[in-house]
């Protein structure tokens, strides 16, 4: 019996890492293809993006851009006012299918005034409420609505009640840091951006396009 040569053993140790993977590959693709067929549900889903990393309304953002891809009518509600007009705003507020909201005189980063901040989130939220009992709307974003329950301002409760009486193909994303428990364990997916490494701790300012 004739040895392998070194070039027609390598030639088989890499045959046999080809099928290795390919098996492995079908392997994964029927448990994806299981869960796929499992998963019988047609309705609206509610996710929140919470965590110290940037990224949360930006993530948000770029969903509502798939929604409108499909013609689907959106609606936002920003609970926090900053100091400059946002690029997310400039934009999707001049869009025909989007209703675009900013929280009036209220919440900022700059001044705390509890009194007319709480009076802002609650104007906010009689309007956010509006909203999630319409039919006409398929895609909700409650930006930064978490610090809303952080700084006491509104009652969970009432937004744990209006997202499971909202009409069943509306879907929904809330951002924050941290939020509730009784939200944590309602939502239908929640995702944590970490924070890992930002420009801003190094000393790069903040820019248009990039935090605004």
Sequence with gaps: MTDLSTE????????????????????????VDQ??????????VTILLTGNGKGKSSSAFGTMARALGHGQKSA?????KGRKT???????????????HVMGHGFTWETRDPELEK????????????????PSVHFVLLDEITYMYKYGYLDEN?????LASRPPHQNVMMTGRTAPRVLLDTVDTHSKIADERHAFAHGVKAQAGIEW
Excluded: C, M, Y
């Design 35 to 44: 869960r796929i067929a499992a998963a019988t549900q047609e309705r609206g």
């Design 8 to 31: 027609q053993k390598v030639q088989q140790e890499q045959g046999q890492k080809v099928e290795k993977n390919e098996a492995r590959l079908l392997k994964k693709k029927a448990v």
């Design 86 to 100: 946002t690029g997310e705003q400039l934009f999707f507020g001049a869009h025909p299918l989007v209703d675009f």
């Design 158 to 162: 009432d937004l744990i009640a209006a």
């Design 76 to 80: 936002v509600i920003q609970f926090i």
């Design 119 to 134: 009076e802002a989130a609650e104007q906010a939220w009689d309007l956010a409420a509006g909203i999630l009992s319409d």
